[in-house]
C-alpha cells in the first residue's frame, strides 16, 4: 500500500502543531494504559522529529524533565526537555544521564525507534528486534522499580520471544496495536508496566 502523507491523523497532527502523526499511538496507549504524571522523568528513545516528546512534555507538566535521544536532530523546543543526537546503541546512557543533570533513574522508558526500512521485511524485523533489544537493555540499567517501558516492535518470528522476555522484567506485559497506526504497518508496541528489577 502506498504511502500517504496526507491522511487524517497526519492533517489532525498538522493542524494541532504536533511534529509527527505518531503522537496519536502514544496518545492510545497513555489513553488505556496510564503511563504518564506530573513530575516523572522520562526517557525517550527515537525521539526525532519530536511529537511523543511533546505529547509527554504536556502530560508531565513543568516538574517533569525528558530526556529525548535520536539520530537526528530534534528541531522543536520544549522547556522540560533536552534532545541529544547520538546512536543510543553506541553510547553509555547512564553518562548522558548525569552529564545533563538528570536523576540517575526514570520513571518511564518510551522507544518509537525504527530502522530505515529495506525492501526486506526480514531483514526489517531483525534491525527492529535489535533496537527493541537495545532500548529493554536501556530500561533495565535506567527505570525505577515500579517503572513502565513502551516498546515499538515489528510483528515477525522474534516479537513473541521480545514479548516473553519482557515478562521477567515487568509485573504486567501487554501488546497493542493503536488504530492510528497505518493499515499497511506491521508495526505493534509492548506496554511493561511495573518493573521488578
Ligand atoms: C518513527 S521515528 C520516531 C518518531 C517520534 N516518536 C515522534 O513521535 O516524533 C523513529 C526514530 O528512531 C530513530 N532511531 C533509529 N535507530 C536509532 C538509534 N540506533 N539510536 C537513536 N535513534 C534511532 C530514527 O532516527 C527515527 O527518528
Given at each position: 500500500m502506498a504511502y500517504k502523507p496526507n491522511d487524517f491523523y497526519a492533517r489532525k497532527a498538522k493542524s494541532e502543531n504536533f511534529a509527527a502523526r505518531s503522537v496519536y499511538k502514544l496518545e492510545e496507549i497513555d489513553k488505556k494504559y496510564r503511563i504518564f504524571k506530573k513530575g516523572q522523568q522520562i526517557l525517550?528513545?527515537?525521539a526525532a522529529p519530536g511529537s511523543w516528546s511533546q505529547y509527554a512534555s504536556t502530560a508531565i507538566g513543568e516538574s517533569?524533565?525528558?530526556l529525548g535521544i535520536d539520530l537526528k536532530p530534534v528541531a522543536i523546543k520544549l522547556s522540560n526537555a533536552v534532545f541529544i543526537t547520538s546512536n543510543i546503541q553506541e553510547f553509555d546512557i547512564?553518562?548522558?544521564v548525569t552529564a545533563h543533570g538528570f536523576k540517575e533513574k526514570f520513571d518511564v522508558v518510551i522507544s518509537d525507534m525504527a530502522p530505515?526500512?529495506?525492501s526486506n521485511r526480514f531483514t526489517d524485523q531483525a534491525r527492529s528486534y535489535d533496537l527493541s533489544i537495545t532500548a529493554l537493555q536501556t530500561a533495565i540499567r535506567v527505570l525505577k522499580t515500579g517503572g513502565s517501558f513502551i516498546c515499538k516492535i515489528f510483528d515477525g518470528p522474534d516479537a513473541k520471544?521480545?514479548?516473553d522476555e519482557l515478562k521477567t522484567y515487568f509485573k504486567l506485559v501487554h501488546s497493542f496495536k493503536p488504530k492510528s497506526t497505518r493499515k499497511s504497518s506491521k508495526e505493534f508496541?509492548?506496554?511493561?508496566l511495573g518493573s521488578c528489577f
Open positions: 525517550d528513545l527515537g517533569g524533565k525528558i547512564q553518562l548522558l530505515s526500512t529495506s520471544s521480545f514479548g508496541f509492548f506496554i511493561g
